[in-house]
C-alpha cells in the first residue's frame, strides 16, 4: 500500500470508530432510510445525525437521494461491515486484549 492509500484508510477507520456512525451505517446496510427515520430508529437528534451523514458521504460510505423535500440516505456498500465481522470483534479473546490494553495504559497513582 502507498502512503496515500494507508492516510485514505486510516481516515475510515478513525470514522468507523465512533459508535454512532457505525450504527448509522450498519442501519443504511439494510436498505435506504430517510433522515428522520434514521433518527428515529437510533433515538439520536436530528443536528447530530445529518452531521454524521455529513461525514459518512464526504467519505464516500453514504449516498443521499432527494425526493421532493426529504433526503433519503443508502449505503454505498451494503457488506462493508459484515454480520461475521461484527460476530468474531466481538467474541472474548479481542475483547479481553482491548479491554486488558486499556487498563494497562491508564496512569497508576503512586502512594507513598
Do not use: W
Not at 445525525?49 to 449516498?63: D, F, N, P, Q, W
Not at 443508502?74 to 461475521?84: E, K, Q, R
Amino acid at each position: 500500500m502507498t502512503d496515500q492509500q494507508l492516510d485514505q484508510l486510516s481516515t475510515l477507520l478513525r470514522a468507523l470508530t465512533n459508535p454512532t456512525r457505525l450504527r448509522v451505517i450498519l442501519l443504511l446496510q439494510v436498505g435506504e432510510l430517510p433522515v428522520n427515520q434514521i433518527c428515529q430508529r437510533l433515538d439520536v437528534e436530528r443536528t447530530h445525525i445529518s452531521h454524521m451523514l455529513a461525514k459518512l458521504t464526504a467519505l464516500g460510505l453514504v449516498e443521499a437521494r432527494r425526493a421532493g423535500k426529504q433526503l433519503f440516505y443508502s449505503a454505498v456498500d451494503a457488506t462493508l461491515i459484515n454480520p461475521d465481522l461484527i460476530k468474531r470483534l466481538s467474541q472474548p479473546p479481542l475483547v479481553e486484549a482491548t479491554t486488558n490494553s486499556v487498563q494497562r495504559s491508564q496512569p497508576h497513582s503512586i502512594v507513598p
